[in-house]
């Protein structure tokens, strides 16, 4: 099993393993491959706290305002040829501030965890969930008064800079794709007690509509100090792991509210453990590519 260094502290499990390795000494955002039959593969995780530290002011792309932006995992934005690896970033928007609406080469799923605003005609609030197939357009995004946040995940980096509806030379751009463009219903958190205490593990679909892929989103809640087996991987084309509430043990770390966990597609299936005041996590599995 042999590890490629990146950048700072991450832990990598092994398909075949029960116990995970442990990595140390290590420099950067996480892509730490093990070979597992021929594949190159990991789990990645970030602290969200980590993330909230390093917001930094950035330019939008797509209002030409000043924001503030921070990274999970690889670059902010693409234009590359498609590569493996996770892509996750925070973008955190001005109050009444618009993005243009636009479309992005790569799916995604787009989390968002604070603040209040609309998409297109539909209400988006903490918290909601979005999903969307490669080449399909949406928004205009616009914050409210007291701002907005989202959190773009995408299994792969690569033709992810965004392209504005509003600029020439967009329908040449376009290719094939499903055109999901899906908003969840608003999706309650647990107070602290009965998080806590509760004796059951619960998995809810955070979407109504009929799914016919292998994508999915699902809500997983877990009493203190309760385990329960993520998605088989090769099931689909990988997935997130996001904590909204409570806290999730990884070997030596717990992971607070807003951190993040990406399982590739090659590795072995993740346990979510709960910390000692439960965890509420959004899961969220990428079809495999249909481009």
């Known amino acids: 099993m042999e590890f ?36 190159n593969a990991v789990i990645h995780h970030k602290n969200g706290s980590d993330v909230l530290d390093s917001l930094a002011p950035v330019i939008s792309p797509g209002s030409g305002i000043e924001h503030w932006g921070s990274s999970y995992f690889g670059p902010r934005y693409s234009m590359t040829e498609i590569s493996a690896g996770p892509q996750a970033l925070m973008t955190q928007m001005c109050a009444n ?4 609406p636009h479309f992005h080469g790569v799916a995604q799923f787009q989390i968002f965890p604070s603040g209040a605003g609309t998409m297109g005609k539909t209400e988006v609030r903490a918290l909601s969930l979005q999903y969307k197939d490669h080449h399909s357009a949406y928004g205009p995004l616009v914050a409210g008064p007291h701002g907005l946040t989202f959190i773009a ?35 309650p958190l647990s107070t602290r007690p009965v998080l806590q205490y509760r004796k059951d593990v619960s998995w809810e679909p955070v979407f ?9 989103a699902r809500m997983v809640r877990l009493g203190a100090g309760m385990s329960a087996m993520g998605p088989d991987p090769k099931g689909g084309g990988g997935y997130y792991v ?40 959004l899961v969220m599995q990428f079809a495999h590519d249909d481009d």
Do not use: C
């Not at 392209?163 to 463009?181: C, H, I, M």
């Open 153 to 187: 995940l995408r299994n792969r980096i690569g033709d992810s800079a965004p392209v504005y509806l509003s600029k020439p030379g967009y329908r040449e751009k376009l290719k094939p794709s499903k055109r999901r463009n899906w908003i969840s219903p608003h999706i």
């Open 97 to 100: 501030e618009t993005i243009l």
């Open 242 to 281: 996001f904590v909204t509430t409570g806290s999730m043990q990884m070997p030596g770390e717990i992971l607070p509210p807003w951190s993040m966990v990406f399982v590739e597609p090659g590795e072995g299936a993740l346990e979510i453990k709960a910390g000692g005041i439960g965890l509420e996590a």
């Open 4 to 39: 490629v260094t990146a950048v700072d502290y991450t832990v990598a499990w092994r398909g075949g393993l029960k116990s995970p390795v442990l990595l140390s000494n290590i420099v950067s955002e996480g892509a730490f491959p093990s070979t597992r039959d021929g594949w």
């Open 208 to 216: 109504e509509q009929d799914i016919k892929d292998e994508m999915s």
